[in-house]
């Protein structure tokens, strides 16, 4: 008889081997054993020896009777095969299909609606549910982040876990919280296992961020981590090149530019936490952005850090 405590022991080793291995959420009810499954019916190759002849009058005329199938006559000409299986559409229809649907949304809940119904991005499959945004949907700060992670696509809110925890810790320090800020991501879904999003999930989503930043209209954003900075401010270098510097994102339908700071990804400091330093730096560059911008009131008493030191004194980079 099977040791149980043994069985379990391979059962959540295997487990542990799943996350590992990237495949940390379940997509169906009952496992399936895919070395099981019938093989799929391969296609069928027209062999010389079942070609048919060729009739007499398509012999003298070197053409076929029917143009599709030669010596077929008039049986109906079958729909060209395509190698792709029919369920899938081009990348052009459904990068046509997320700028129709983004561009018809006049609010942001509106925007939530389209991305509901919209099947064009493959981590829709995998993630538990839509991240869309949080925060306020008037204000005039955007935080842009890269992607939900796990407690994000459970609670169907960006910024929730603990890279959430130490994004709020540093608003907190500038003076803001979230009902002074609109948080949303580059992609709506999670990528599974938290992988690097691929540039086509990128791309389809992005039609809906752009709606999101015409819709608010906001006067600055704050761009975490090397994705969303490059993706928005279309940079090739590295974040820790691109943080710290001011520069515009600009929308294909606004009018002026907005201005953006990239800065450090609040996950890539909790592992780095020497780091943190740097993004205080692009804190207080925010701040003063946001006084200046009449976003905020002179504050009579200089912020805290979030990890409640000194903050180190700016240097020339
Ligand atoms: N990291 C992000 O970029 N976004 C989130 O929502 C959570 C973690």
Avoid at 67 to 75: E, N, Q, R, T, V
Avoid at 123 to 133: D, F, N, R, V
Avoid at 154 to 175: E, N, S, Y
Avoid at 249 to 256: F, G, I, M, V
Wanted: proline share 13%; net charge negative; hydrophobic share 35%.
């Amino acid at each position: 008889m099977a040791n149980p405590a043994s069985s379990q022991a391979e059962a959540l080793a295997a487990l542990q081997w799943l996350i590992e291995a990237g495949a940390d959420e379940a997509v169906g009810e009952a496992a399936l054993d895919r070395t099981q499954l019938p093989e799929p019916p391969r296609p069928r190759q027209a062999s010389a020896a079942a070609k048919p002849r060729a009739t007499k009058a398509e012999a003298a005329s070197g053409q076929p009777a029917s143009p599709g199938l030669p010596g077929l006559g008039d049986a109906p000409a079958a729909p060209p095969r395509s190698r792709r299986p029919t369920n899938l559409t081009p990348a052009s229809e459904t990068q046509a299909d997320a700028q129709r649907l983004a561009l018809a949304a006049t609010s942001i809940e509106e925007i939530r609606q389209a991305l509901e119904g919209f099947d064009g991005c493959p981590l829709k499959a995998t993630a538990t549910q839509l991240c869309l945004y949080d925060g306020n949907p008037d204000a005039k700060i955007m935080i842009i982040g890269e992607a939900p992670g796990g407690q994000e696509d459970r609670q169907g809110k960006p910024f929730v876990g603990p890279a959430g925890q130490l994004l709020d810790r540093m608003l907190t320090a500038i003076g803001l919280d979230r009902s002074q800020v609109f948080i949303t991501n580059l992609l709506f879904w999670r990528p599974p296992g938290n992988r690097n999003p691929t540039p086509a999930e990128i791309a389809v989503c992005l039609p809906f961020l752009e709606r999101q930043v015409e819709l608010l209209e906001p006067k600055l954003l704050l761009l975490t981590g090397g994705m969303s900075a490059k993706t928005l401010l279309n940079r090739s270098q590295g974040i820790l090149k691109l943080r710290g510097r001011w520069d515009d994102y600009r929308h294909p339908r606004l009018d002026d530019p907005i201005p953006a700071l990239p800065t450090l990804h609040p996950a890539y400091l909790l592992r780095q936490p020497a780091q943190k330093r740097e993004a205080w730096r692009d804190l207080l560059a925010f701040r003063e952005a946001m006084t200046r911008a009449g976003l905020t009131p002179e504050p009579s008493e200089p912020p805290e850090s979030p990890e409640s030191q000194d903050p180190p004194e700016p240097k020339e980079p």
